[in-house]
């Protein structure tokens, strides 16, 4: 009788070593979970020989796994060892790709964990440099609206003893500052917080908007205007100024090698005022 052909292959899938994200990456293997790895760990599972596809996983809004240009599509032949590389960076996803069995490192220690039943053997500090990666804003804009701030200003006209119209001019000053506030906490929650550190992508998301919105925010700015006041004869002008700060809200979506997620923001861009007059005729 003829020897039985052995069709099984393996899958030795080694993520680089690094601090910059330390987060365990779930492994796919034709759209099942096969084990995670962390910095400096690798992976071992047996395939059958064959078409295969491996993706690594993170959550993004919608919690399903990177985009199509992620993933690594092969044939395994029968008895082959198909080894991947994988490195993280600070923004996600930096490298996911096919690796000849010499470029991977020798292992720094014996040690061996399990995860899901299969065998993680630990990597040496000696692996591959994550690139950070670049950070795609794109900013759409919301509402912009106003809101009333402060009590209002007062300023009155008595002329209820005059027998001809009265007319003031009053300047008008205040302080205000350009703010910017991102919800960043949001999309935290709905991210995991895995594969987006957002204290590095907040300086992204900030400078995008200060580009779009064409300011420079924190900035202490003077509102000055003049108004004149017109108070008919025998007649007390009461007049009242209520100052409203000019909002902008919108939505940043980020974009991080296929991991995406949207950030609200609200900039206050401006200041205006309302006036209202109260006329108290004296007969």
């Known amino acids: 009788m003829a020897p039985v052909e052995d069709s099984s292959c393996s899958l030795n899938v080694y993520r680089t070593w690094g601090t910059a994200n330390i987060y365990a990456i779930p492994i796919l293997l034709d759209e099942v979970e096969v084990g ?17 596809t491996v993706q ?29 590389r994988l490195a ?21 220690t014996s040690a061996t964990a399990l995860h899901q039943g299969r065998e993680v053997e630990e990597i040496g500090a000696n692996g591959w440099s994550p690139t950070p990666s670049t950070v ?30 009265a007319v003031r001019t009053f300047k008008l000053s205040r302080t205000w500052s350009r703010t910017l506030t991102t919800d960043t906490e949001r999309a935290l ?30 900035e202490q700015q003077s509102f000055e ?3 004149v006041i017109t108070s008919a004869a025998r007649t007390k002008t009461t007049v009242f100024f209520a100052w409203r700060e ?7 979506r980020v974009l991080v090698d296929g991991v995406e997620a949207d950030v609200p923001f609200e900039a206050v861009i401006g200041l205006s005022f309302d006036q209202r007059q109260v006329d108290e005729r004296v007969d």
């Open 136 to 165: 795609i804003c794109q900013i759409s804009e919301g509402k912009r609206y106003e809101v009333e701030v402060g009590d209002p200003e007062i300023r009155v006209i008595d002329n209820s003893s005059g027998l001809s119209d």
């Open 36 to 52: 995670r790895l962390r910095p400096g760990q690798s992976l071992h599972v047996q395939m059958a020989a064959g078409p295969h």
């Open 225 to 227: 205007d003049t108004v």
């Open 246 to 252: 000019i909002r902008q809200q919108g939505n940043v």
């Open 56 to 84: 690594p996983r993170f959550p993004g809004l919608s919690g399903k796994a990177l985009s199509a240009r992620a993933a690594v599509e092969f044939r395994a032949s029968p008895g082959q060892q198909v080894d991947l």
């Open 88 to 108: 993280v960076g600070k923004f996600g996803l930096t490298e996911f790709k096919l690796s000849g069995p010499s470029q991977k490192p020798p292992p720094r």
């Open 189 to 218: 929650r709905a991210t995991g917080g895995l594969s987006i550190p957002w204290v590095q992508v907040k300086a992204e998301i900030d400078g995008a908007l200060t580009q779009h919105l064409s300011r420079s925010f924190q």
